[in-house]
């Protein structure tokens, strides 16, 4: 399995532009590769504009998939990104340009929910239905209201609250509770 070098890993990370996700989505598109998107991609995708860089990009596809996306993207120079969290249904992948990919493997039942690391229905098939559009491309991605779930589930960053009141606003979805004020600007 290739890694990161230390060139790579010391080379300056740059983000994942519009213009090369939709490149990357595109390819996995062509090779018969289903994803969604989820994280702060996903968010604009579903806002219909980009809001702020994105380091990565987050992507959701079924288990059956790893091993024709792994050797796909291992053909056009991607190589493992070593992380602490590494598991085989979550992994990173990196190029040299410094474009990275976080991707969650799931194991989907009969019901269209995704078990996520053994967890049965952490991805619930009611979640899958988002649909935004990035660059003017539709694209598949979670739900609204799934995303604003998930970033109670740990704490957040500036960019997390800032998404969950976009969201929010922008769908009707009631701010939770017990998350961190957003900022008013």
Known sequence: ??????????????????????ELLDL??????????????????????????HEDVDIILAEADVGPLRALLAA???VDVPRDDTRPCNFVMGNAQGEEVDFHAVLFD????????????????????????IGGRPVKCLTAAQIVEFHTQYTPDANDIRD????????????????????PD
């Open 76 to 78: 056009r120079g991607y």
């Open 110 to 133: 009969a019901y269209g929910n995704g078990a996520y690391d053994g967890v049965t229905a952490a991805f619930p098939a009611a979640g899958f239905g988002g649909v935004g559009k």
């Open 164 to 183: 969950v009141a976009a969201l929010c606003a922008a769908f009707g979805i009631e701010y939770p509770s017990d998350y961190p004020p957003a900022d």
């Open 1 to 22: 399995m290739n890694v990161y070098s230390d060139e790579m890993m010391a080379a300056t990370r740059r983000e994942m532009a519009q213009q090369a996700l939709l």
């Open 28 to 53: 996995l598109e062509t090779n018969a590769i289903e994803v969604w998107l989820d994280g702060g991609w996903a968010v604009d995708a579903l806002l219909g504009v980009q809001t702020r860089p």
